[in-house]
T-cell receptor, first 112, second 114 residues
Framework: NAGVTQTPKFRVLKTGQSMTLLCAQD?????MYWYRQDPGMGLRLIHY???????AKGEVPDGYNVSRLKKQNFLLGLESAAPSQTSVYFC???????????FGPGTRLTVT | DAKTTQPNSMESNEEEPVHLPCNHS???????IHWYRQLPSQGPEYVIH???SNVNNRMASLAIAEDRKSSTLILHRATLRDAAVYYC???????????????FGSGTQLTVLP
């Protein structure tokens, strides 16, 4: 299986533009997460989902929206991109709380 | 909030054992101790996890203190490929829906010297 995949791998946006990052997992995991990582820092949780049709806010949710219409997909949207959202975004999933989290390869986003 | 404390950086010589410490004095009974590592320009990678007993797998060993307030990740023979940031986090078995249980700190940057 492919594990956790993310689309796209790289993207450059202008301030005010919108985009959607797609995350897919083929491990039948219930939980999915979106993190951002700024240079030299740890991962900060943006939003997460505990199952199909559910979403919840993490540490830094402002400026982002998410949807989990299908169990295998978790979408992260930026409605109006800002330079402060320049970061590497990681999607992850896990079967249930307490089990290993599997991460995707990341999406490097630059907002100019 | 249950959180972890790790040294910012550590160094090790190649082919020697490495002991990476983590303090989690406010751990609760339902929290698993997880370790992940992140190689440069890659996503984090699961290493090992445990609840109360010491754990071994092909990558590493996890030693958990009897009171569970600290743990140590042990790499038995460090290689240059082990140079990475190592994260220790707590993961609850029973989700309360709280995002604080899913947070990564800054981790420990491990440098392996040839």
């Amino acid at each position: 299986n492919a594990g956790v995949t993310q689309t796209p791998k790289f993207r450059v946006l202008k301030t005010g533009q919108s985009m959607t990052l797609l995350c897919a997992q083929d491990m039948n995991h219930e939980y999915m997460y979106w993190y951002r990582q700024d240079p030299g820092m740890g991962l900060r949780l943006i939003h997460y989902s505990v199952g199909e049709g559910t979403t919840a806010k993490g540490e830094v949710p402002d400026g982002y929206n998410v949807s989990r219409l299908k169990k295998q997909n978790f979408l992260l949207g930026l409605e109006s991109a800002a330079p402060s959202q320049t970061s590497v975004y990681f999607c992850a999933s896990s079967y249930r709380p307490g089990t290993a989290i599997r991460f995707g390869p990341g999406t490097r986003l630059t907002v100019t | 909030d249950a959180k972890t404390t790790q040294p910012n950086s550590m160094e090790s010589n190649e082919e020697e054992p490495v002991h990476l410490p983590c303090n989690h004095s406010t751990i609760s009974g339902t929290d698993y101790i997880h370790w992940y590592r992140q190689l440069p320009s890659q996503g984090p990678e699961y290493v090992i996890h445990g609840l109360t007993s010491n754990v071994n797998n092909r990558m590493a060993s996890l030693a958990i203190a009897e009171d569970r307030k600290s743990s140590t990740l042990i790499l038995h023979r460090a290689t240059l490929r082990d140079a990475a940031v190592y994260y220790c986090i707590l993961r609850a078995l029973i989700s309360s829906g709280s995002a604080r249980q899913l947070t990564f700190g800054s981790g420990t940057q491990l440098t392996v010297l040839p």
